[in-house]
T-cell receptor, first 116, second 116 residues
């Protein structure tokens, strides 16, 4: 049973296109995240949702729009793709919103996005 | 803002020997969590070990242990009896609590090579 799943795992597309990455968790967590890992392997948070509510938006271009239809799903839609969007995107989830307690973040397998 | 620094971009060790990966961080908080994540070539993010800042005792998980120096803001990872399967990128992470939610702040990563 996969805890956090992402589709697709690989995505190759051309500049200017619009694409979506889907994420689902079956852990019953109420908080989900998107992280971006760039070509130098640096990982940075993009968004965080709690119970379908956006709670963190880390100065990400508004071409990126997360959508949470329910607390088990957090999708990432990217408009007008640019070369610099090429990266690995990780979805994660955790149980504890308040930052207390021993609740780790569980990561999905990542989606490698290549923009040509 | 919290920052995490890993000063060793690459490390190598002989199989069965011990290696220590360094991590320093900067924060004004007194209560927080620190983590080490492993990312093998499969790119899956795997939690190796966690440390709660209010606990003075260093965390250990089988062959993995940390040296947590709170005053120095240092959090190093020691891998004993290195195995070929330990080869991976290792990321130190600080769990920040901001805007009513937690997020992970990652270091730049250290690529660990195990020589047979």
């Amino acid at each position: 049973d996969t805890a956090v799943s992402q589709t697709p795992k690989y995505l190759v597309t051309q500049m200017g296109n619009d694409k979506s990455i889907k994420c689902e968790q079956n852990l019953g967590h109420d908080t989900m995240y998107w992280y971006k890992q760039d070509s130098k392997k640096f990982l940075k948070i993009m968004f965080s949702y709690n119970n379908k509510e956006l709670i963190i938006n880390e100065t990400v271009p508004n071409r990126f729009s997360p959508k949470s239809p329910d607390k088990a799903h957090l999708n990432l839609h990217i408009n007008s793709l640019e070369l610099g969007d090429s990266a690995v995107y990780f979805c994660a989830s955790s149980q504890d919103r308040r930052g207390t307690g021993n609740y780790e973040q569980y990561f999905g397998p990542g989606t490698r996005l290549t923009v040509t | 803002a919290q920052t995490v620094t890993q000063s060793q971009p690459e490390m190598s060790v002989q199989e069965a020997e011990t290696v220590t990966l360094s991590c320093t961080y900067d924060t004004s908080e007194s209560d927080y969590y620190l983590f080490w994540y492993k990312q093998p070539p499969s790119r899956q993010m795997i939690l190796v070990i966690r440390q709660e800042a209010y606990k003075q005792q260093n965390a250990t998980e089988n062959r993995f242990s940390v040296n947590f120096q709170k005053a120095a803001k240092s959090f190093s990872l020691k891998i004993s009896d290195s195995q070929l399967g330990d080869a991976a990128m290792y990321f130190c992470a600080y769990r920040s609590y901001l805007q009513g939610a937690q997020k992970l702040v990652f270091g730049q990563g250290t690529r660990l090579t195990i020589n047979p």
